[in-house]
């Protein structure tokens, strides 16, 4: 289950990352540019709340289950945290390099 989980992050923070690049039309990196930095932040976003114990890694079962029940509020808050990430690390990356090029 966790290859899904690493798959919906990266989806999501891309998905994340190109948004926050299309809010901001003047400042946008370009879709790949946009990808890539959505891709990275999305993965580390989620990492980074799970190994800090914010994020739930998994979600207690209910009694009687097997384990391989769909948790839908797992997935939802997946891909919420990713793609909020994706799109922070793009803007973040956005900043810098406007910071960068006025100097």
Do not use: C, R, W, Y
Request: no cysteine; hydrophobic share 50%.
């Amino acid at each position: 289950m966790e290859i899904v989980n690493l798959l919906i992050s990266l989806i999501s923070g891309a998905a994340g990352g190109n948004i926050a690049g299309a809010a901001t039309t003047d400042k946008n990196l370009g879709p790949l540019f946009n990808t890539i930095a959505g891709l990275i932040g999305g993965g580390a976003g989620d990492f980074i709340l799970k190994a800090l114990g914010i994020l739930a890694t998994t979600h207690a079962a209910a009694p009687g289950a097997t384990g391989s029940e769909f948790d839908l509020a797992s997935l939802l808050t997946n891909i919420g945290v990713s793609g909020v990430s994706g799109g922070a690390l793009t803007a973040i990356i956005t900043l810098v390099k406007d910071a960068l090029q006025k100097k």
